[in-house]
């Protein structure tokens, strides 16, 4: 009997096959940079869209897997991880999808680098940018602190290619009081000659497989709150492997980032350093937390990114009502807007990169450094939303098949659907915007810089809502008081995002005239930026 056969969507060299990615570093890298680079990138891109990605549909059905006694009564707490993520953290090792950005080969442009490594590498190996992300903030953080015996002691390990050598790092803030308000922290420090022993219940802890973490807990004595919380930093396991006073109660059980074994800790006795000094812990964690929101936003563009390139793929294979969905205005139009979403996206998280790698080599201004500080949280917040919404109707552009496990599909919504949730909530991280507002003047420079030499036709109307939309954020920023101000924070900081989501896509075309980077820039302009009432 002759049956219809659906045809599986496929994926080229994720590098290759990238016009938006491509297209952005040859506008930003110096040419002799983009030629260095550019066969790592073809490499990754090669492993995502193969290997990766064929193991990634393989280890559909693993999780990871707590142990917590051997068969003699003793407590070992041994976590399993899955073939794809033991595969992954060799594969992030030898190709410096961290050490790149330490490394600095190419000066300010290592950032930018790493990021595109980190974009290609994420969406095939199932959130080990969680780890990853970790570890990046936790060197970031230890070399910021200026503490030469940690640094001396991890971050060698943090930013080695030499897999055998390779440490992960855990970042554990959040507590059973919340994960947002974090000076309510009830984890006791207590000194212990010259060293602490910690004492506590971690609540929601990043991947639990690492060899140390960053912590925060509250020396004896100290007062409430965030400024009364010191941060720490902790070795997961002593000589002999053993968990250093650490017992792993269990593993989340969550609807999406489910390799990730993200856990419940109990610290007891737990052998701790003092990074910086014996308060202001949540100052002290920032750069963590700024590194880490940099990671959300390249993940979220990477799965927007994943996303659309299967379904781009499957709509020139399905054939539904006599033709190919490639060839449906409908289709086409709706993928487009979709498409429109992330490449806006790309350039707002890869700007913050830019930037964060101008900090990590002194060459921020002190107006840009006001910048990176406003601009990590709106990029954060504004990318995580889309992300969800364009994994959302990606899986609808399959029809069915979208909501299908072993298409290995849901599992994009599932993952999309933390990326606003941790590092900082939406709302959250937009009242952080509005105490991060002296960046607003460079904000509004680098906006209206984006759109000096627009010459194109096609561009004029995008401007205008440009335009319009910085006026009007700017007018709310000024005259918006008391409860109003933080009832409007959320619109206020999503206008600031899709603003300058629109202003970078409009450069992007400007510079290239590539008719579907001006397509982008129009849809984008039409769907929605200024959000404020
Ligand atoms: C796997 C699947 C699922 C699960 C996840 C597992 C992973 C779990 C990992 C997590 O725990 S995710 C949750 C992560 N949590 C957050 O990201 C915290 C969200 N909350 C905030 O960001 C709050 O705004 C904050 C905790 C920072 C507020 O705390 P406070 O005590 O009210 O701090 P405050 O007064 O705003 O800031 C204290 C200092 O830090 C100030 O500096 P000064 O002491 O000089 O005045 C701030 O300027 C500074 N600061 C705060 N945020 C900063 C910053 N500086 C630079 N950058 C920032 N982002």
């Given at each position: 009997m002759e049956q219809f056969k659906q045809v599986p969507p496929a994926l080229?060299?994720?590098?290759?096959?990238?016009?938006?990615?491509?297209?952005?570093?040859?506008?930003?890298?110096?040419?002799?940079?983009?030629?260095?680079?550019?066969?790592?990138?073809?490499?990754?891109?090669?492993?995502?869209?193969?290997?990766?990605?064929?193991?990634?549909?393989?280890?559909?059905?693993n999780e990871p897997k707590l142990t917590q006694w051997d068969a003699w009564g003793n407590r070992i707490d041994k976590i399993e991880l899955t073939p794809l993520w033991r595969r992954a953290e060799r594969i992030a090792a030898e190709h410096g999808v961290v050490a790149t950005a330490y490394e600095?080969?190419?000066?300010?442009?290592?950032?930018?680098?790493?990021?595109?490594?980190?974009?290609?590498?994420t969406p095939s190996t199932d959130i080990y940018s969680c780890p990853l992300a970790m570890t990046d903030g936790a060197a970031r953080t230890l070399l910021n602190s200026g503490n030469q015996t940690l640094i001396d002691r991890a971050v060698p390990h943090l930013i080695t290619r030499d897999a055998a050598e390779f440490w992960t790092a855990g970042q554990w803030m959040t507590e059973l009081t919340g994960g947002s308000d974090v000076g309510l922290s009830e984890t006791i420090a207590k000194q212990d000659s010259n060293t602490h022993r910690l004492y506590g219940r971690k609540w929601f802890t990043s991947a639990i497989g690492s060899q140390m973490a960053l912590t925060l807990a509250r020396p004896e004595g100290n007062p409430p709150g965030g400024r009364g919380l010191a941060l720490f930093y902790v070795e997961t396991r002593d000589e002999h492997g053993r968990p250093n006073n650490i017992q792993v109660n269990r593993l989340?059980?969550?609807?999406?980032?489910?390799?990730?074994?993200?856990?419940?800790?109990?610290?007891?006795?737990?052998?701790?350093?003092?990074?910086?000094?014996?308060?202001?812990?949540?100052?002290?964690?920032?750069?963590?937390?700024?590194?880490?929101?940099?990671?959300?936003?390249?993940?979220s563009v990477a799965l927007m990114r994943r996303g659309l390139a299967l379904s781009f793929d499957y709509a020139s294979k399905r054939v539904a009502f006599g033709a190919p969905l490639s060839e449906k205005p409908l289709h086409i139009d709706t993928l487009a807007t979709l498409q429109a979403e992330f490449e806006g996206a790309f350039h707002l998280a890869f700007y913050v990169a830019e930037l964060t790698g101008k900090s990590e080599t002194r060459e921020l201004s002190n107006d840009d450094a006001l910048l990176l500080r406003l601009l990590t949280p709106i990029m954060k917040l504004t990318t995580g939303k889309q992300a969800v919404m364009v994994a959302s109707e990606v899986l609808e552009s399959f029809g069915g098949a979208g909501y299908v496990e072993d298409t290995g599909l849901p599992v994009l919504l599932r993952d999309?659907?933390?990326?606003?949730?941790?590092?900082?909530?939406?709302?959250?991280?937009?009242?952080?915007?509005?105490?991060?507002?002296?960046?607003?003047?460079?904000?509004?420079?680098?906006?209206?810089?984006c759109l000096e030499n627009v010459s194109e036709a096609r561009l004029t109307a995008p401007v205008r809502v440009v335009r319009s939309a910085v006026d009007h954020a700017g007018t709310w920023a000024a005259e918006a008081q008391d409860e109003a101000r933080e009832a409007g924070a959320r619109r206020f900081a999503l206008t600031l995002g899709r603003t300058i989501e629109l202003?970078?896509?409009?450069?992007?075309?400007?510079?290239?005239?590539?008719?579907?980077?001006?397509?982008s820039a129009n849809r984008f302009a039409n769907v929605g930026v200024d959000v404020i009432f």
């Amino acid at each position: 009997m002759e049956q219809f056969k659906q045809v599986p969507p496929a994926l080229k060299n994720q590098y290759d096959d990238d016009r938006v990615l491509r297209s952005y570093l040859a506008r930003v890298l110096p040419p002799d940079v983009l030629h260095d680079i550019e066969e790592s990138l073809t490499e990754m891109g090669r492993l995502a869209g193969g290997e990766l990605y064929e193991l990634q549909l393989a280890d559909r059905l693993n999780e990871p897997k707590l142990t917590q006694w051997d068969a003699w009564g003793n407590r070992i707490d041994k976590i399993e991880l899955t073939p794809l993520w033991r595969r992954a953290e060799r594969i992030a090792a030898e190709h410096g999808v961290v050490a790149t950005a330490y490394e600095q080969k190419h000066g300010r442009f290592s950032r930018v680098h790493q990021c595109a490594l980190a974009y290609l590498f994420t969406p095939s190996t199932d959130i080990y940018s969680c780890p990853l992300a970790m570890t990046d903030g936790a060197a970031r953080t230890l070399l910021n602190s200026g503490n030469q015996t940690l640094i001396d002691r991890a971050v060698p390990h943090l930013i080695t290619r030499d897999a055998a050598e390779f440490w992960t790092a855990g970042q554990w803030m959040t507590e059973l009081t919340g994960g947002s308000d974090v000076g309510l922290s009830e984890t006791i420090a207590k000194q212990d000659s010259n060293t602490h022993r910690l004492y506590g219940r971690k609540w929601f802890t990043s991947a639990i497989g690492s060899q140390m973490a960053l912590t925060l807990a509250r020396p004896e004595g100290n007062p409430p709150g965030g400024r009364g919380l010191a941060l720490f930093y902790v070795e997961t396991r002593d000589e002999h492997g053993r968990p250093n006073n650490i017992q792993v109660n269990r593993l989340k059980d969550k609807l999406g980032t489910r390799k990730v074994p993200t856990a419940e800790l109990t610290l007891d006795g737990t052998p701790a350093q003092l990074v910086i000094g014996p308060a202001d812990g949540v100052r002290n964690i920032a750069p963590l937390l700024n590194i880490t929101r940099l990671w959300n936003g390249i993940s979220s563009v990477a799965l927007m990114r994943r996303g659309l390139a299967l379904s781009f793929d499957y709509a020139s294979k399905r054939v539904a009502f006599g033709a190919p969905l490639s060839e449906k205005p409908l289709h086409i139009d709706t993928l487009a807007t979709l498409q429109a979403e992330f490449e806006g996206a790309f350039h707002l998280a890869f700007y913050v990169a830019e930037l964060t790698g101008k900090s990590e080599t002194r060459e921020l201004s002190n107006d840009d450094a006001l910048l990176l500080r406003l601009l990590t949280p709106i990029m954060k917040l504004t990318t995580g939303k889309q992300a969800v919404m364009v994994a959302s109707e990606v899986l609808e552009s399959f029809g069915g098949a979208g909501y299908v496990e072993d298409t290995g599909l849901p599992v994009l919504l599932r993952d999309a659907q933390v990326l606003p949730i941790w590092e900082g909530t939406t709302n959250v991280l937009a009242l952080d915007t509005l105490r991060a507002s002296q960046g607003l003047k460079r904000f509004e420079a680098v906006v209206l810089g984006c759109l000096e030499n627009v010459s194109e036709a096609r561009l004029t109307a995008p401007v205008r809502v440009v335009r319009s939309a910085v006026d009007h954020a700017g007018t709310w920023a000024a005259e918006a008081q008391d409860e109003a101000r933080e009832a409007g924070a959320r619109r206020f900081a999503l206008t600031l995002g899709r603003t300058i989501e629109l202003a970078l896509l409009i450069k992007q075309a400007q510079w290239s005239l590539d008719p579907e980077t001006l397509d982008s820039a129009n849809r984008f302009a039409n769907v929605g930026v200024d959000v404020i009432f």
